[in-house]
C-alpha cells in the first residue's frame, strides 16, 4: 500500500514538474511569443448594444454606420459578402436599397450580340469594390491591401473592441518609437504602425436623422454595422434561442410533472 502511494505521489510530482517547465518555456524561453508592442494593446471592452445574450443590434446605429461606410470607408475598402439586398428591413426599406443599387452601374452580359454591356444596379447585386484588383488596390495604398471589411470583425482577435479602438486610437508616437514615412502610430494595431491614415474625424459627415457626427459616434456606428455585416443573422438567432429556451423549459416542467404524477 505504501509503494502504491508513493508511486501514485511521484506521478503527480512528475506531471506537476512538466506542467510548470511547459508553462514557463512558453512565457519565457518560447521564441515566437509576440509581446505587448507586437500584438498590440488590448481594446477595453464597450458595452455594445448587442453584446447582452437577449439584446439585438441597434438599427439607426447600423443604417447610420453604412453611412460612414459609403462616405468614408468605402473609398478603400469592400464589402464583398453584402448585396444591396441584405440592407432591406434592417436599416433601409426596400425602395431605398433598389435607389442605392440603381447609382451604380454593374458589368453584365453578354446580350444578344454576344457582348458585354453596363446596367443600373439590382437588389441582388454585391456591394461595387473599390478597386478592379489587387494589384489597383496596392498601387493605390503605397503597396498595403486594404483588407475587406465583410469579415473583420469576426477576423480580429477583440471584434467590435479593437475595429473600434483602432478607428479612435491614432496618436503621437511616444518618445523613442520612430515611424516611418508613410505610417502612423496606433498602439492597437500589431507593431504600433499602420499603413492607413486616420480616417474619422469631429464633423466629417452629416447624418441623416442629426445626429452629431464626432469621431467616437462613427467609429460606433461603423463598428455596429460591420459587426451586423460579419453576423447578419445575429438577431434572429437570438430570437430562435429565446424561443428554443421556453419550449424546453415548458417540456421539462412537463417531464418534471409527469415523472412526479406516475410515482
Known amino acids: 500500500m505504501t509503494s502504491s502511494n508513493s508511486y501514485n505521489t511521484k506521478v503527480v510530482l512528475a506531471t506537476s514538474l512538466a506542467a510548470v517547465t511547459g508553462i514557463g518555456f512558453y512565457f519565457f524561453v518560447n521564441p515566437i511569443h509576440a509581446n505587448e508592442a507586437e500584438e498590440g494593446l488590448h481594446p477595453p471592452a464597450y458595452p455594445w448594444s448587442h453584446k447582452g445574450p ?8 447600423i443604417r447610420r454606420g453604412y453611412q460612414v461606410y459609403r ?18 428591413g434592417v436599416s433601409h426599406t426596400a425602395d431605398e436599397a433598389k435607389a442605392m443599387a ?20 439590382k437588389l441582388s447585386d454585391y456591394m461595387p469594390p473599390p478597386y478592379p484588383n489587387e494589384e489597383a488596390a496596392r498601387a493605390s495604398n503605397a503597396g498595403a491591401l486594404p483588407p475587406d471589411l465583410s469579415l473583420i470583425v469576426k477576423a480580429r482577435h477583440g471584434g467590435a473592441d479593437y475595429l473600434f479602438s483602432i478607428l479612435t486610437g491614432y496618436m503621437d508616437a511616444p518618445a523613442g518609437v520612430e515611424i516611418r514615412e ?17 480616417a474619422l474625424f469631429d464633423g466629417l459627415i452629416e447624418y441623416e436623422d442629426g445626429t452629431p457626427a464626432t469621431t467616437s459616434q462613427m467609429a460606433k456606428d461603423v463598428t455596429t454595422f460591420l459587426a451586423w455585416a460579419a453576423e447578419p443573422e445575429h438577431d434572429e438567432r437570438k430570437k430562435m434561442g429565446v424561443k428554443a429556451i421556453i419550449v424546453i423549459s415548458i417540456l421539462t416542467a412537463l417531464s418534471v410533472w409527469l415523472k412526479r404524477a406516475r410515482t
Open 54 to 61: 437577449f439584446s439585438t443590434f441597434d438599427h439607426a446605429s
Open 71 to 88: 462616405e468614408v470607408c468605402s473609398a478603400c475598402h469592400s464589402l464583398d459578402r453584402i448585396a444591396w439586398r441584405n440592407l432591406v
Open 102 to 121: 440603381e447609382e451604380v452601374e454593374y458589368t453584365d452580359g453578354p446580350n444578344d450580340e454576344g457582348e458585354n454591356f453596363q446596367r443600373p444596379g
Open 182 to 198: 508613410g505610417l502612423y502610430y496606433n498602439p492597437y494595431f500589431p507593431g504600433g504602425a499602420i499603413s492607413m491614415a486616420r
